[in-house]
């Protein structure tokens, strides 16, 4: 995210989840560090340890202290709440809007890899899954298997989709890809691409189809606050 809510000048930015959730909740309570340290019974280079470093584990003891102390539960100042579907959090603080990226910010963030989703013409209609994905040249590759439902996608115009929602700061983007997908038959394109793809398929089995989709358009959103 190149957006950020930035704590007081005087204190660093939170790295952890944990430290991120910390700072944000404090924030919204108008609570310095330091106010924040002294209710919860802790120094204040502990609490700005725990902001600032994504490794650390506090006790318990320490964990509940501060939950009640920020009028929040455990479980949200852990991220127990993980498993709920993105943006199912709070709405971001300050203005949020929707800004158009460009389509060299599109691509800067489709490079960075990861799992997209496809939306593959079927008989019975549209049918979207998620795919691992690489950027090679340019061009949008996964690794699937014939008789499987992202390798229906060859010869067809597809949509393609990769999205980052932070539920901590209310902020996030997507960017979406319309082209024609292929399967990748020549022997030697197919060994470049073993060589140079970035993801791997999660499932088990035996992945050898490249679907390769050559984008005709790239946009893109970003939600700023």
């Given at each position: ?25 404090r924030t919204e309570l108008g609570l310095s560090l330091k106010e924040t340290a002294t209710r919860a019974g ?89 795919v691992n994905y690489s950027v090679v040249a340019g061009a949008i590759v996964f690794r699937t ?81």
């Amino acid at each position: 995210m190149t957006e950020q809510v930035r704590p007081a000048a005087t204190e660093a930015a939170p790295a952890g989840d944990l430290g991120r959730r910390i700072a944000r909740r404090r924030t919204e309570l108008g609570l310095s560090l330091k106010e924040t340290a002294t209710r919860a019974g802790m120094a204040p280079a502990y609490l700005r340890y725990l902001e600032e470093h994504p490794a650390a584990a506090p006790a318990a003891g320490a964990l509940h202290v501060l939950a009640e102390v920020l009028h929040t539960t455990v479980r949200e100042l852990t991220g127990g709440d993980t498993d709920l579907p993105p943006g199912a959090g709070p709405q971001a603080s300050g203005r949020p809007g929707i800004a158009e990226l460009s389509t060299g910010e599109c691509r800067a963030l489709l490079s960075t890899h990861g799992v997209g989703r496809i939306a593959v013409p079927t008989v019975t209609g549209p049918v979207v899954v998620p795919v691992n994905y690489s950027v090679v040249a340019g061009a949008i590759v996964f690794r699937t298997a014939p008789g499987t439902t992202p390798s229906q996608a060859a010869g067809c115009q597809v949509a393609f989709e990769v999205d980052r929602i932070d539920d901590v700061f209310g902020q996030g983007w997507s960017v979406l890809v319309r082209g024609r997908a292929r399967t990748v038959t020549d022997p030697d394109e197919a060994h470049r691409l073993d060589e140079a793809a970035y993801s791997r398929p999660w499932v088990g089995g035996r992945r050898d189809q490249w679907v390769l989709i050559d984008p005709l358009t790239i946009t893109g959103r970003r939600i700023t606050v």
